[in-house]
T-cell receptor
Framework: KAGVTQTPRYLIKTRGQQVTLSCSPISGHRSVSWYQQTPGQGLQFLFE???????NKGNFPGRFSGRQFSNSRSEMNVSTLELGDSALYLC????????????FGEGSRLTVL | KQEVTQIPAALSVPEGENLVLNCSFTDSAIYNLQWFRQDPGKGLTSLLL?????REQTSGRLNASLDKSSGRSTLYIAASQPGDSATYLCAVRPTSNTGNQFYFGTGTSLTVIP
């Protein structure tokens, strides 16, 4: 069974630009969560989508947004990039009706110059 | 707000030693707790998931325990190997959340010396 796939793996942007990251969950998983990981703040929850609906949202500004498609694939978008947005963005999927176990992808490393 | 703490932040041990990693959380109202390992520049690999009704889970050389009332979990690694070198993170899912929001500790960086 294929794991969680995130694209792109690495990207470099400049301040003010926007970025879109993609996540394909494990087949059959309908919950997709996004986390931001930085050396200073550790792992912080961004949002979770389930059946195309945002179910939870963390404490991030409105520049961070996401969506989920009918095939459970998810995208997150960051607009008007700031230097502090440089981070590893991790996507996790979880099975419906399961124990809530999270399975993570390899992440997308974003560098903002 | 749930806060998760992991002590120590870093640990260095000789190969073959048994070791214990600690995780504490401030709110005992959790649905479950999960342990992960993370290699440098990589994503997180799930190690063990403990439901709130369970006291421990085992997988190979790993054993995780949960004491919900005291807000503590430990990850025991037996007969450590150099390949165990990684950062170990624990995460809790509060019962107050309807979804899969987990709160993470900052991790313990483990180095196993050959």
């Amino acid at each position: 069974k294929a794991g969680v796939t995130q694209t792109p793996r690495y990207l470099i942007k400049t301040r003010g630009q926007q970025v879109t990251l993609s996540c394909s969950p494990i087949s059959g998983h309908r919950s997709v969560s996004w986390y931001q990981q930085t050396p200073g703040q550790g792992l912080q929850f961004l949002f979770e989508y389930f059946s195309e609906t945002q179910r939870n949202k963390g404490n991030f500004p409105g520049r961070f947004s996401g969506r989920q498609f009918s095939n459970s694939r998810s995208e997150m978008n960051v607009s008007t990039l700031e230097l502090g947005d440089s981070a590893l963005y991790l996507c996790a999927s979880s099975p419906l009706g399961g124990a809530g176990e999270l399975f993570f992808g390899e992440g997308s490393r974003l560098t903002v110059l | 707000k749930q806060e998760v703490t992991q002590i120590p932040a870093a640990l260095s041990v000789p190969e073959g030693e048994n070791l214990v990693l600690n995780c504490s959380f401030t709110d005992s109202a959790i649905y479950n707790l999960q342990w992960f390992r993370q290699d440098p520049g990589k994503g997180l690999t799930s190690l063990l998931l403990i439901q709130s009704s369970q006291r421990e889970q085992t997988s190979g050389r790993l054993n995780a325990s949960l004491d919900k009332s005291s807000g503590r979990s430990t990850l025991y690694i037996a007969a450590s190997q150099p390949g165990d070198s990684a950062t170990y993170l624990c995460a809790v899912r509060p019962t107050s959340n309807t979804g899969n929001q987990f709160y993470f500790g900052t991790g313990t960086s483990l180095t196993v010396i050959p």
